[in-house]
């Protein structure tokens, strides 16, 4: 049986070549602009890996072999997945390669935002050496301990859970509304769920990790900032479209609430000159939570062990359209 492997984060497949030396399956590498060998390669290949191909219904039409398509990541709206179930051929994503990272990167901002580092290290490069000059206007010291502050999360997921466990240790409060766990698993963790209102309006910090769904769209919007502490930050490390970016931008230049770090807009990239960077308020990273070399490997590793798991006879561990 043969695996093919064409990906845009694969320039060279030496990370797929060990995994596939264990087993006897042949394994076609082709490189990803090679859009051509890739058409007449999907036709009798029994398994393929990919991170960016679209693959539609007449591309799964084309082919004889196929049991399943591995999507290196997580978001797999680039397949037809409901055309691969009528041909019976599996489609399996990769949700938890990255936690590690999203986690660390969402507690990051969360510490950034706490201790004013990125304002002291612009001031400093400015020539402003004064630990007061975070104050605002009114004199007030925008910095606490964090023993003093309580961390809101909105949905208490894989990354959410190891975001409390990273933050936890510094001191935090940590409160969480989804409406999908259970009290004893947020008790275990000694995280309270609270409702949406409660978590608004008594967080010092607010973190998205909920996937973005017809409910979770703009769930931070106008009304939601108001509910808000006028001292709370929000970070946003999940998806663009969770916040409003109009009402994010108004009450952030308005001084609704303090500040707010977002890895993700809701166009990406955002649009140079786009209102949004000209507030002092608001750090904005480039969708880049998930980064690491390690994220990588584990993600290309994953993707090739889920392959060779169903062509072994075995359930996939993570199928998206069963
Ligand atoms: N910035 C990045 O690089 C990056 C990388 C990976 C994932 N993400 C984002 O992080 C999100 C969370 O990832 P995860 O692995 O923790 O997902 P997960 O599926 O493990 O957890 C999501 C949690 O959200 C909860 N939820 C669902 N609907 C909700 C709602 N209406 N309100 C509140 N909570 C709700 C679910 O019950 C679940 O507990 C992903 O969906 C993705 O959008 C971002």
Same mark, same amino acid.
């Given at each position: 049986?043969?695996?093919?492997?064409?990906?845009?984060?694969?320039?060279?497949?030496?990370?797929?070549?060990?995994?596939?030396?264990?087993?006897?399956?042949?394994?076609?590498?082709?490189?990803?602009?090679?859009?051509?060998?890739?058409?007449?390669?999907?036709?009798?290949?029994?398994?393929?890996?990919?991170? *960016?191909?679209?693959?539609?219904?007449? &591309?799964?039409? /084309?082919? =004889?072999?196929?049991?399943? !398509? $591995?999507?290196? +990541?997580?978001?797999?709206?680039?397949?037809?997945?409901?055309?691969?179930?009528?041909?019976?051929?599996?489609?399996?994503?990769?949700?938890?390669?990255?936690?590690?990272?999203?986690?660390?990167?969402?507690?990051?901002?969360?510490?950034?935002?706490?201790?004013?580092?990125?304002?002291?290290?612009?001031?400093?490069?400015?020539?402003?050496?004064?630990?007061?000059?975070?104050? *605002?206007?009114?004199?007030?010291?925008? &910095?606490?301990? /964090?023993? =003093?502050?309580?961390?809101? !999360? $909105?949905?208490? +997921?894989?990354?959410?859970?190891?975001?409390?466990?990273?933050?936890?240790?510094?001191?935090?409060?940590?409160?969480?509304?989804?409406?999908?766990?259970?009290?004893?698993?947020?008790?275990?963790?000694?995280?309270?769920?609270?409702?949406?209102?409660?978590?608004?309006?008594?967080?010092?910090?607010?973190?998205?990790?909920?996937?973005?769904?017809?409910?979770?769209?703009?769930?931070?919007?106008?009304?939601?900032?108001?509910?808000?502490?006028?001292?709370?930050?929000?970070?946003?490390?999940?998806?663009?479209?969770?916040?409003?970016?109009?009402?994010?931008?108004?009450?952030?230049?308005?001084?609704?609430?303090?500040?707010?770090?977002?890895?993700?807009?809701?166009?990406?990239?955002?649009?140079?000159?786009?209102?949004?960077?000209?507030?002092?308020?608001?750090?904005?990273?480039?969708?880049?939570?998930?980064?690491?070399?390690?994220?990588?490997?584990?993600?290309?590793?994953?993707?090739?062990?889920?392959?060779?798991?169903?062509?072994?006879?075995?359930?996939?561990?993570?199928?998206?359209?069963?």
């Amino acid at each position: 049986m043969k695996i093919l492997l064409s990906s845009v984060i694969v320039p060279h497949p030496d990370i797929e070549e060990k995994i596939i030396e264990k087993v006897n399956y042949d394994f076609v590498f082709v490189p990803n602009e090679d859009e051509e060998t890739f058409l007449e390669e999907i036709k009798s290949a029994d398994a393929i890996v990919t991170a *960016d191909k679209k693959i539609d219904a007449d &591309m799964i039409d /084309s082919m =004889t072999n196929c049991k399943v !398509i $591995v999507r290196q +990541g997580i978001g797999f709206d680039s397949i037809d997945i409901a055309k691969a179930k009528q041909k019976g051929i599996y489609v399996c994503n990769v949700p938890d390669y990255s936690v590690e990272e999203v986690s660390e990167f969402t507690v990051a901002l969360l510490l950034m935002l706490a201790r004013h580092l990125n304002v002291y290290a612009e001031h400093v490069r400015k020539g402003i050496w004064d630990i007061q000059s975070v104050y *605002d206007i009114a004199g007030y010291c925008p &910095m606490r301990r /964090s023993s =003093t502050q309580t961390l809101g !999360i $909105v949905g208490f +997921g894989k990354i959410a859970r190891l975001v409390a466990k990273k933050a936890k240790p510094f001191g935090f409060k940590i409160i969480s509304f989804d409406p999908y766990v259970s009290k004893e698993v947020a008790d275990s963790m000694n995280v309270e769920l609270v409702s949406l209102d409660t978590l608004l309006e008594n967080s010092d910090f607010i973190t998205i990790n909920a996937p973005l769904t017809e409910e979770t769209f703009h769930i931070i919007d106008k009304e939601a900032f108001k509910k808000m502490k006028k001292t709370a930050y929000l970070i946003n490390t999940a998806r663009g479209p969770h916040v409003c970016e109009e009402d994010l931008y108004e009450a952030l230049k308005g001084k609704v609430i303090a500040g707010a770090a977002i890895d993700v807009t809701e166009t990406e990239p955002l649009p140079k000159n786009h209102k949004l960077l000209s507030l002092e308020n608001l750090i904005i990273t480039p969708h880049a939570a998930f980064f690491t070399k390690d994220s990588f490997e584990e993600l290309r590793k994953k993707a090739m062990e889920e392959a060779i798991r169903v062509l072994d006879g075995k359930a996939p561990l993570n199928c998206v359209n069963k």
